[in-house]
């Protein structure tokens, strides 16, 4: 592996990184361990985990920038890797509940990767009372975004309940080899022609983008931009702890709802997540007039296949989505989010994956910027809080034999915006996991039971008995 220079967008999400406000996302996945096995199954886990001779050179790299490089940020392989850093064996204290292990993830996402080493950290962690056992996961958002992640992490099992072997995501020999990729045709100089021609198009198509975006966010309408967020408690200051809570509910009832709504799946979680986030406020007293706001992250592999990869990098756009907190009504709120999200998808549709990312890039400068003067919860931000919604593997897996009952995404909140809401599918479940500031964000676990009661508000509204 050679020393590579580090893109633009992985470098912000290094250069924005601070105490308070770690730019690393994370898996806690839950295990059920194989019938028969011995008390010390866990243990056995983590020495095949760490039994890697050959390791990916994604996991192998690490920021440097020195007089060496001219100054420029440059990733290059640690000469003194070593696994047993970066996987480490965890046991909960007693009573060793669900609460416990939450209470461990908190603490452990809350702390910084250190950068004189690779950035990504594993934790195989016993100890539950119940007899299962977890590990929790987390990459530095400069090496992978979150559909890159959740890829490497399935990639490490398998659908065979039977298979023994464990083939950890940094090995250097992936579990399931993928075929090859179809080089384009024509010489070396005709495809660097065609890249040059296809940049030179985005760069024209730049201010026309610019124009329509910023238009649209000062009319209120779904874009990368948005202009008109109420100011809530959510949009203070953070510090670096973390409070972590999860949960898993069927992913049938919430196709249901999509299915007699004329829905998406998406809108349906957006709209679980505006509700959750209204009665959680009501309970606080702090409900704004106006609706929140919602940074949502859109993968660009729709508009280009090659932007996103299991080999790390990210291919990330935005979209600034009302939540419809200022509507009491369930189905209401659902129509309101899906028209919204409709007009956005068209809107992104006129774009390209390159301008997308610029026009995010646009959208994202306030928030980057307000925490910089110091006016975080002073003037109104750009939005309030982040929900992602991450696509995961619709068959059970397992790992060695144990097999995986539960996958919840941890990710960032940012300065100025206290909560982030990610959920992805897995095995017939979507599974929520909210990250929030440990402060700025009270009695955090009050929001899955808001989440409970939506989802069954908009089952209601819906017909479905």
Not at 42 to 68: C, G, H, M
Not at 226 to 235: E, G, L, V, Y
Not at 412 to 417: E, H, L, N, T
Request: hydrophobic content about 40%; proline content about 7%; charged content about 20%.
């Amino acid at each position: 592996m050679t020393p590579s220079l580090i893109d633009p967008t992985s470098l912000a999400f290094l250069l924005s990184e601070s105490r308070a406000m770690p730019m690393h996302v994370g898996s806690l996945q839950l295990f059920e361990k194989p019938p028969g096995a011995p008390r010390d199954h866990a243990r056995r886990v983590y020495e095949q985990l760490i039994a890697v001779e050959d390791i990916n050179p994604l996991f192998l790299k690490r920021p440097t920038r020195s007089w060496r490089t001219a100054g420029q940020w440059m990733w290059e392989p640690d000469a003194q890797f070593d696994v047993e850093h970066h996987v480490r064996h965890s046991a909960l204290p007693k009573p060793g509940r669900v609460r416990e292990l939450l209470e461990l993830c908190s603490r452990l996402h809350g702390t910084p990767l250190a950068r004189d080493r690779p950035l990504w950290e594993a934790h195989v962690i016993e100890g539950l009372r119940d007899g299962r056992f977890a590990i929790y996961v987390k990459l530095h958002h400069s090496l992978v975004d979150g559909i890159a992640a959740s890829r490497l992490l399935m990639n490490t099992l398998s659908t065979d309940p039977n298979d023994p072997e464990i083939v950890p995501m940094w090995a250097g020999r992936p579990r399931r080899e993928r075929p090859a990729k179809q080089e384009e045709s024509g010489d070396v100089a005709t495809q660097l022609l065609r890249t040059v021609r296809g940049l030179a198009g985005d760069a024209a198509g730049m201010p026309g983008a610019l124009a329509r975006t910023l238009t649209r966010g000062a009319r209120d309408e779904t874009s990368p931009v948005s202009m008109r967020a109420p100011k809530t408690i959510f949009n203070t200051t953070i510090t670096g702890s973390r409070r972590f809570a999860a949960q898993s509910w069927p992913l049938e009832r919430l196709v249901a709802i999509s299915k007699a709504s004329g829905t998406t799946v998406n809108d349906v979680v957006l709209a679980m997540c505006g509700g959750a986030v209204r009665g959680y406020l009501e309970d606080l007293g702090e409900l704004p007039d106006t609706s929140l706001v919602a940074m949502v992250p859109v993968g660009l592999n729709a508009k280009d296949s090659q932007s996103a990869s299991s080999e790390g990098g990210n291919a990330i756009g935005t979209m600034m989505a009302r939540l419809a907190t200022d509507v009491a009504e369930p189905a209401q709120r659902l129509a309101q989010i899906h028209a919204g999200m409709q007009d956005g998808k068209q809107a992104l549709s006129q774009m390209t994956a390159n301008q997308i990312v610029a026009m995010s890039a646009v959208g994202m400068t306030p928030a980057m910027l307000l925490p910089w003067f110091g006016l975080q919860g002073v003037v109104r931000p750009p939005f309030n809080l982040i929900i992602s919604n991450v696509p995961g593997a619709r068959e059970t897996h397992y790992l060695g034999g144990a097999k995986l009952v539960g996958s919840y995404p941890l990710s960032i909140p940012m300065q100025g915006m206290a909560l982030n809401i990610t959920c992805a599918s897995y095995a017939g479940s979507m599974e929520f996991g909210l990250t929030g500031c440990r402060r700025a964000v009270p009695h955090l676990q009050w929001l899955l039971r808001h989440l409970d009661d939506e989802l069954g508000n908009l089952e209601r509204a819906a017909g479905i008995s």
